[in-house]
C-alpha cells in the first residue's frame, strides 16, 4: 500500500461527495433530525428517550453509512471507474483504505454532531461520558462503511444496493437487543444475535448508558464492532478485482 495513492484516492471521494449536497444531507442531516423526532416522540417519558436515544445513536451512523457507502462505491463499479483505477499502478488496499479514509472522514462529523445534539440540545442523560458514545458511534460508522463497500460488489444497480439494506440490517435491527432483550429471545435466535456485530453495538451504548466508567463488556462490544468492520473491508478487498457488467 502507498500512503500518497491511499490519500489519493480519499480525495478524490471526498472532492466527488463535496458536489453532492443530497448525500451530504443524507448523511448529516439525517441522523439529527431522526434523533430529534424521537426527542418528541418520548416527549412524555424522558427516560424511554434516554434509554432508546443512546441505542439509536449508534444505529442511525450505521445504516446511513452502509447506505450511502454501497451505492457510492457501487456507482464506481458500474461506470467502470473501478476497472479503470485498478489498471493503474493503484494497489486494492490502496483503493479499499482510500474509500474508507474518505467515509470514515464524513462518519466522524457526523458523529460528532449526532452525539453533541443529543447531548447539548435534546438533554440525553446517560451515566457515562459523552465521549465514550461519541467513540462507540464512530465504530458503528465504520462498520456500516466497510459493510457497504463489501455489500456493493454484490449488487448490479443502485436499486438493488437499496434493496440490501433491509435484508442485511433489518433482520440486525429485530435482534439486537432494542426491542426485546436478547436473553428474553428463543435460544435459536438468541444465538443467532450473538453472531452480529449490530447486537455489539446496542450493547456498548448500553454499556454507557448504565455505568460510569469504561467496563469489560464495554471493550469487548466495541472490539467486536472494530472487528467485524475489519473483517468487513478484507472481505471488500477481495471483491475488488470482479469486473463490472
Not at 97 to 102: H, I, N, Q, S
Not at 199 to 218: E, L, W
Request: net charge neutral; glycine share 8%; proline share 4%.
Amino acid at each position: 500500500m502507498n500512503p500518497a495513492r491511499t490519500l489519493a484516492t480519499a480525495r478524490r471521494v471526498l472532492r466527488q461527495l463535496s458536489h453532492d449536497p443530497r448525500t451530504i444531507a443524507l448523511m448529516l442531516v439525517v441522523p439529527c433530525v431522526l434523533l430529534t423526532l424521537l426527542k418528541y416522540v418520548f416527549d412524555a417519558d424522558p427516560r424511554s428517550f434516554d434509554s432508546a436515544g443512546a441505542s439509536l445513536l449508534g444505529i442511525f451512523p450505521l445504516v446511513t453509512m452502509f447506505l450511502v457507502t454501497s451505492i457510492a462505491t457501487l456507482r464506481e463499479r458500474t461506470s467502470g471507474t473501478l476497472e479503470r483505477l485498478l489498471s493503474m499502478p493503484l494497489g486494492r488496499a490502496d483503493l479499499l483504505v482510500g474509500y474508507a479514509l474518505a467515509f470514515g472522514a464524513v462518519a466522524v462529523v457526523q458523529a460528532a454532531l449526532a452525539t453533541g445534539l443529543t447531548f447539548l440540545a435534546l438533554g440525553l442523560n446517560v451515566a457515562g461520558s459523552a465521549w465514550l458514545l461519541l467513540v462507540v458511534a464512530l465504530a458503528d460508522a465504520f462498520l456500516g462503511t466497510a459493510l457497504g463497500l463489501f455489500i456493493s460488489a454484490f449488487a448490479a444497480s443502485e436499486f438493488q444496493a437499496v434493496q440490501f439494506l433491509p435484508a442485511v440490517l433489518l433482520p440486525q435491527l429485530l435482534l439486537c437487543g432494542l426491542f426485546v432483550p436478547r436473553g428474553d429471545m428463543q435460544p435459536v435466535l438468541s444465538g443467532v444475535s450473538d453472531a452480529l456485530p449490530m447486537s455489539y453495538a446496542v450493547d456498548g451504548m448500553s454499556q454507557v448508558s448504565h455505568h460510569t466508567g469504561v467496563t469489560g463488556d464495554f471493550v469487548r462490544d466495541l472490539a467486536v464492532v472494530a472487528g467485524c468492520a475489519l473483517l468487513a473491508l478484507a472481505l471488500g478487498a477481495a471483491t475488488l478485482r470482479r469486473r463490472t457488467a
